[in-house]
Each structure stands twice: as C-alpha cells, then as structure tokens.
C-alpha cells in the first residue's frame, strides 16, 4: 500500500540523518540558485522594458545616418551625421497621418552655471511635444510652449537632478537665472522625477526651445534625432513606414538601402531588450543549474551507498516475497523523497535570495510561479533520473548472494 511505502521511505531517509542532510542540502543548493537567478534575470527584463516603456508610448524615433536597410542596423555614424533638418520634422508632422506629437531635438552636454555653482549637463533644444511624446511632468513652473519656440526664448526647463546641482536644497529655481555656455537662461520649470531610463537620464537634463538651440549654440538647422509618437499601436507601423517613404523623398533619395537616416520602432526596441534579457536569463539559469546537477549526482551517490549497506535487506525481502518491481519502487520512493524535500527548502531559500538582493542590492528581483513550478519539476525529475540506476541496481539483485553478502 502506498502508506506502508511512505512510512518505510520515511524511516529509511531519517536512519542516518546527517548523511540525508547533506543530501538534501546539495539539492536545496541547486533549486535556490535556480530560482534566484531566475527571479534576478526576469526582474532585470521587466525593469529594463519599464524603462523603456517609461520615456513614452508608441513612439517612433528617426536619427540621421547611414542605413543598411529600412529597419536595420545602421552603419557608423547613426546619430552623429547631420541629415535631419528641422524641415524634415515639421514635414513630419503635417504630411504623416496618425501622428500624435513629433519632437525635433539637438543634444549636445555644456557646462551651465549659477550661483557660484556649474555642473556638465545635456542640453537638448526641443518643442512643446516634446513633453506629449516622452511623458515628461513638470513639477514645478510650466514646459517649453511654441510660443518659446516661435520667439527663440532664452528660457529653460531643468530636471530635478540639475536643479540640485545648480542650487541649494531648497531654493526655488523657477525664475532663477542659469548660465549656459556663456548664455543667460531663464527656468521656467523644474520636471518630475523619472530616473535614468538606461538610454538616457532626463532627470539630469536641460531643455530649451530648438530654435534657441540653433541660433545660440548649433548656429545650423541640422537636428540630433527627431522623437515621433503616434495616437495609437496599431498603426505604429504604417506611420513608420510613411516616414521612411517621406524623409527618402525629402532627401531625394531613391534606394533605400542608401537612405540617410534610420527609423526604429519602440515596440522592435522592448522585443530587442526582452530577447536580450531573456537569454541572459536563461544562461544564469544554466550557470545555476550545474549546481543542480552537482546535487543530483550526490542523490545517485548517496543511494548507491545505500543500496550497498542494505543488500541483506534486499535478500531478505525477495526471501520472504517481495518482487524486482517492490524493491526498485522502494529506493527509488527514497531518492524521490530527498529531492522533494530538498526542492521545497530549495525553493525558500531561493526566495530568500531574491528577497535579500531586491532588499540590500537594489537589483530588481521577480519570483514567479512558472519558475517555483519548474523547480519542483526538476527536483521530481533528479529524484526519478539520478534514482533509477540505484533503485535498478537493487532490484537485479540475486536474492541467495544479498543473503550471503557480508
């Protein structure tokens, strides 16, 4: 009967206690380093696509360069050539249907003062829609309006870590006057907080109108990139692809394999991101799992000893009826139990782990359920796997010679 079976698996597991430790130690080892490093893996993934996601939605962002291909890989150059001009955005902006918002922007780091302070910072010069398309809050003050672009203000909006840099805790910077590459700048507001977004830190940026930026410190009409959201996914895509076809007809450029410029898509970015943090899951998985297979190894160990220390036993059993189907069912009952105990520590203790690194790391960690189900899997399947050879062992036993064995 199945209880008879658990009652002699358990008593057999607790005769040598320390050595059933140790045992199951090896697998409470392997299971936890496979659901840490997991929980660590699919926790970067997420934090990296709400990073992504956090500088705004269905984006489109095209930047000057030389293409390999609409929508590959650029050649050197991408970013920095000058083959974008304010012209193309606005061109953008009124001739492609399905457009939210299109910022142009230029991007250069120059060093800003106040006060007796400076710090070395991004400038970018945009418009109004810049906000719209990259989910920028102001805290404080107002953003850029197209009348600032229109008029070429000397204003500036700050983020929170360049306000800090520039002034005392405290102090209001809105109204404050900010030096910028020996220019007077006017703060009209100070952004919320959204931290780094692994591309770029708008926390640590200066924005001004773009029309400032070209008289004052460009002195040209090229622009760094131009940010473009459209209303809605689904036609992400097509707005994509009427972009291509409009900027290859403003550059008079007929192939294009040869255009000057490269669109890519923010949905392609988060599907690059998640394939790269997704092997990089499963390679720590595959770091783990050796540990893994290092405990499952001392299961076999461990039950071959066993097998050896018991062959009177089995005689016995035999002797008295037990058949070659009872005594491999028996051990391998044992080995199955050794892991499963070890794969539920396991999978606390891996837990723990997750915790402990989310807690003092401040690495972003996910445990999930798929993960927590795999480990069980996998220690079921070491018990059975690493258990077989022993528990077959066993049972080929002649049952004259095990009663003889000494």
């Given amino acids: 009967m199945l209880s008879d079976l658990m009652r002699e698996t358990y008593i057999a597991v607790m005769v040598n206690k320390a050595r059933s430790s140790l045992t199951i130690l090896g697998i409470v080892i392997g299971i936890g380093s496979v659901i840490a490093m997991v929980a660590i893996g699919q926790g970067a993934q997420g934090n990296i696509e709400a990073s992504i996601e956090s500088i705004g939605s269905n984006l489109i962002?095209?930047?000057?360069?030389?293409?390999?291909?609409?929508?590959?890989?650029?050649?050197?150059g991408r970013g920095g050539a000058q083959t974008l001009t304010v012209e193309d955005a606005n061109a953008i902006k009124a001739d492609v249907s399905g457009v939210a918002a299109v910022a142009p922007q230029i991007t250069k780091r120059y060093q800003v003062t106040a006060k007796g302070k400076n710090t070395n910072t991004s400038i970018v010069g945009t418009s109004a829609d810049y906000a719209v398309a990259s989910s920028v809050e102001v805290d404080d003050g107002v953003f850029l309006s197209d009348q600032n672009v229109t008029s070429s203000s000397k204003v500036a909006v700050i983020g929170p870590t360049t306000r800090d840099d520039l002034f005392t805790e405290g102090e209001e910077a809105v109204g404050q006057i900010i030096r910028i590459n020996g220019v007077n700048f006017k703060v009209i507001g100070v952004t919320k907080s959204k931290g780094s977004t692994g591309f770029n830190n708008s926390d640590d940026m200066i924005f001004v109108p773009y029309t400032t930026a070209i008289r004052y410190f460009s002195g040209s009409s090229y622009i760094s990139s131009i940010t473009v959201q459209a209303t809605d996914a689904t036609v992400m895509t097509q707005v994509q692809q009427d972009i291509t076809t409009l900027l290859l007809d403003r550059h008079k450029i007929k192939d294009a394999t040869l255009a000057d410029f490269s669109t890519t898509n923010q949905a392609d970015i988060v599907a690059t991101a998640s394939s790269i943090t997704g092997t990089f899951t499963i390679l720590l998985a595959a770091i783990a799992g050796i540990s893994l297979l290092v405990g499952g190894i001392g299961i076999m160990n461990m039950m071959l000893t066993i097998v050896t220390e018991r062959t009177r036993e089995i005689g016995l059993r035999k002797a008295i009826g037990a058949t070659s189907r009872d005594i491999s069912t028996q051990f391998l009952a044992e080995s199955i139990m050794l892991t499963f105990i070890g794969g539920v520590i396991g999978v606390m203790f891996g837990w723990l782990i997750s915790f402990v690194?989310?807690?003092?790391?401040?690495?972003?960690?996910?445990?999930?359920?798929s993960s927590v189900l795999l480990a069980f899997g996998v220690s079921a399947g070491i018990g059975i796997v690493f258990g077989y050879y022993p528990a077959k062992r066993a049972a080929k036993m002649n049952p004259i010679e095990a009663l003889r064995y000494e």
């Fill in 61 to 76: 962002f095209v930047s000057p360069g030389a293409s390999r291909g609409v929508g590959q890989l650029v050649s050197a």
């Fill in 357 to 369: 690194v989310s807690s003092f790391a401040k690495i972003t960690t996910s445990v999930s359920l």
